[in-house]
T-cell receptor
Framework: DAKTTQPTSMDCAEGRAANLPCNHS???????VYWYRQIHSQGPQYIIH???NNETNEMASLIITEDRKSSTLILPHATLRDTAVYYC?????????FGAGTTVTVRA | GAVVSQHPSWVICKSGTSVKIECRSL??????MFWYRQFPKQSLMLMAT?????????EQGVEKDKFLINHASLTLSTLTVTSAHPEDSSFYIC?????????????FGDGTRLSIL
């Protein structure tokens, strides 16, 4: 699987959009981009995934650049409950390789 | 939808005993289930992958005789930690996926915190 690079941490203001970047410059053509988050002491929660088109669901939007070398997860209106570690993972099969992720802290 | 239940949430037991953890997909059929381990302040590490009715595939460095995995049905997988020792204390997390439906995400349980005294 290709590796991803994410910022170690980010602070976000409650009520504002949170934009989480992820670099995956070695991604191959059949690899999907997945986003998960893990709130302290819980199992990871699936957020969204995509191949090359932008995706949106009730939780977030995923913007993938045209060359697919990077992506951005957008939480449209961050709340305190969105404080978590966010993982960006690329995979072309069923295996997920978790890196260190981005620790996102939403502040009131 | 896509709810995965894991039981128990936490367990404390004496060194040398065996511990069984259950993972159930409540509202979908999971063709593939995964078991992860997470030590404090570290990320999740995949231990093994199991397909319903088949033997589990273990990641390098994971002892298959120590961590017994059974995936007897499309909604249930179990992980048994045999002869557990203090170094096996960790946060064990399962996930499930409907692989048969193409590129489907994994959905995770809430984990089991295992403490071996």
């Amino acid at each position: 699987d290709a590796k991803t690079t994410q910022p170690t941490s980010m602070d976000c203001a409650e009520g504002r959009a949170a934009n989480l970047p992820c670099n995956h410059s070695t991604i191959s053509g059949n690899e999907y981009v997945y986003w998960y988050r893990q709130i302290h002491s819980q199992g990871p929660q699936y957020i969204i995934h995509g191949l090359k088109n932008n995706e949106t669901n009730e939780m977030a939007s995923l913007i993938i650049t045209e060359d697919r070398k990077s992506s951005t997860l957008i939480l449209p209106h961050a709340t305190l409950r969105d404080t978590a570690v966010y993982y960006c993972i690329v995979s072309n099969d069923y295996k997920l390789s978790f890196g260190a992720g981005t620790t996102v802290t939403v502040r009131a | 939808g896509a709810v995965v239940s894991q039981h128990p949430s936490w367990v404390i037991c004496k060194s040398g005993t065996s511990v069984k953890i259950e993972c159930r997909s409540l509202d979908f059929q999971a063709t593939t289930m995964f078991w992860y381990r997470q030590f404090p302040k570290q990320s999740l590490m995949l231990m093994a992958t199991s397909n319903e009715g088949s033997k589990a595939t273990y990641e390098q460095g994971v002892e298959k005789d120590k961590f017994l995995i059974n995936h007897a049905s499309l909604t249930l997988s179990t992980l048994t930690v045999t002869s557990a020792h203090p170094e096996d204390s960790s946060f064990y997390i399962c996930s499930a996926s409907m692989r048969a439906r193409g590129n489907q995400p994994q959905h995770f349980g809430d984990g089991t915190r295992l403490s071996i005294l």
